[in-house]
């Protein structure tokens, strides 16, 4: 390995906000020499980073639960890696750890940024690098939370999670079914459709891409007697279906839009909503951070099911940093299967 005064970080910065889809435009290539850590620091070299449809809402102006990337920043990236230089004792050199790493090859952190970076020593006895970007990661973390804190599922209910197969999905529907609930999940293409219930368990999954009237001829099929829990990923026509749907005080968690996210006209909002009256049921938003100092037990919790068997976990690796731009827009596209990870370097 160079010495650390050799190394240049290269990066990838948020140049221009995009109308629509993100393009090449939007992006900017740059790189500088390496920082080298102050006294209680640490540097960080990027091993991948989780590529997540929150992105895209980061890169717009507007409040929000969290800032936008300012134009001219590193874009905002969680991600793994392993500490290469360290001056706290905290941290040793070849530990793994999760961080905002952002974009880039390496991160500087000093201890002050430590709490803001969101530093925190990963076991690769508990997974492997890419299962801590996904079920062990935000995304599960996301899953967990929003279908146990918000959805309150209990035995016996029926619970619709769309985006079954991408990160957040998976460990919806997997986690539904160790709580012994039915599960029918809702995504893109019959091999989707297969691997969530075939592969993940679920009990039955709707292919959207089946035609104009898939979403609701499944509904009725798979939730004959109407839906308790959803967990939408992506808003649109499908949230508008399963609200047609639901049973009284059903629980709605509203985790993300990726069907609006790329719009360049209003976002549409739900049409059915007034079935929340008719039902008295509940439609409440996720934010992960906002479960942050409890992250360790659902960890706890998901390491234990990963190790007997009893849930799984699938990453769509893309590797190279300079392949980002056209990485991310697959989540937009729906290519991606599972959870999407852009490696950065080898461990």
């Known amino acids: 390995m160079p010495t650390l005064t050799a190394l240049t970080n290269h990066q990838i ?19 500088e020499p390496v920082q080298q ?4 620091g640490v540097l960080l070299k990027t091993l991948a980073l989780s590529l997540d449809p929150a992105m895209r809402g980061w890169m717009n102006e ?5 800032p936008p990337v300012g134009i001219g920043e590193v874009m905002r990236a969680g991600g793994v890696g392993v500490v290469i230089a360290s001056n706290n004792p905290a941290y040793a050199v070849g530990d793994h750890v999760s961080a905002g790493f952002g974009v880039q090859e390496y991160l500087t952190l000093e201890n002050a940024d430590f709490k803001r970076g969101g530093l925190v020593k990963i076991d690769l006895g508990m997974g492997s690098l890419t299962q ?13 939370f929003g279908l146990m804190d918000v959805g309150q599922p209990k035995a016996g209910e029926t619970v619709v999670v769309s985006g079954a197969a991408g990160a957040v999905g998976q460990t919806v529907g997997q986690m539904a079914k160790l709580k012994d609930c039915r599960v029918v999940g809702i995504a893109g293409g019959a ?12 009990d039955a999954c709707i292919d959207y891409k089946a035609g104009p009237s898939a979403v609701r001829d499944g509904l009725k099929e798979h939730c004959p ?10 808003g649109g026509e499908i949230l ?23 719009n360049t006209t209003a976002v549409q909002g739900p049409k059915n909503y007034l079935s929340l009256l008719v039902n008295r049921a509940r439609m409440e938003g996720i934010v992960v951070f906002d479960y942050a100092d409890r992250y360790h037990l659902a960890v706890a919790e998901m390491a234990d099911y990963l190790k007997s068997g009893k849930m799984k976990s699938k990453e769509d690796v893309v590797t190279g940093l300079n392949n980002f731009p056209e990485a991310l827009n697959k989540l937009f596209s729906g290519e991606n299967f599972g959870k999407l990870v852009l490696e950065v370097a080898a461990n």
Do not use: H
């Open 132 to 144: 801590w970007l996904n079920v062990l990661g935000m995304p599960g973390m996301t899953g967990y």
């Open 62 to 66: 507007g409040k929000s639960y969290i």
């Open 37 to 40: 850590p102050g006294e209680g």
């Open 13 to 31: 910065r948020l140049a221009s906000r995009p109308v629509g889809l993100p393009t090449p435009a939007n992006w900017q290539f740059t790189d």
């Open 240 to 262: 508008d279906a399963v609200l047609a749907r639901i049973n009284r005080s059903a629980r709605i968690i509203i985790c993300g839009a990726i069907s609006q996210y790329n």
């Open 191 to 202: 091999a989707k459709c297969d691997w969530v219930v075939k592969e993940l368990g679920f």
């Open 225 to 234: 007697t109407g839906v308790d829990v959803y967990f939408d990923n992506v």
